[in-house]
């Protein structure tokens, strides 16, 4: 008998604080999401320092994708490619969690006020989130999990990015993969 949890319910089986998350604080409605995980022999301080220094031109797969997607990858570190594509590092609770966030109205803006992206501010027409948390198991071990949301503002931006999605997703899933294998390497060598 197969039986489908909710996302909240997911959430909570994975044994994670749903009201702690800065998603939630940041993104508690979303039309839109992208969800991956892996555990790691390591604990989450390195596991943290890992992902926040990863140099994306270790995976062929990445270069591909992004140069096919024709987005920046002159800077290899995650921070500097982020900020190249103006994503804004919106909020961080070190070696648990870590939020990136950009909304847009024509183009990708920057998030000058915390507290303004938390409204669903009408005169942009979509908001998207995308963390990095890290949860200590036990024997050492950590789980980290990378999760994109995306919040159309309105029913225009919502059709239009439904069809973008459909493409977009597998290829934006493969990267996300991809950055958790990465991920996984590096911290594995240190232990």
Known sequence: MAFALSYQQLV???????QEMLLNKYLPQFQFTELHSTIVEGNSVDSYNETMELDLSDSKIIAILFRLRGLPFSKRKLAEITKDMRF???????????????WFSTKTEWIDDKQEFEKNNLKYNAKVGWSFRFNEK???????ITETRV??????TKLIFSI???????FSGLVRIEMLRLIKKKVSKKN
Do not use: G
């Open 88 to 102: 804004t590092l919106l909020e961080e609770i070190q070696y648990s969690e870590f939020l990136y966030a950009f």
């Open 12 to 18: 909570i089986f994975r044994n994670i604080k749903w």
């Open 151 to 156: 919040l159309c503002l309105n029913t225009r």
């Open 138 to 144: 036990p024997n050492d071990f950590t789980e980290i």
């Open 164 to 170: 973008y999605w459909f493409f977009v997703k597998p």
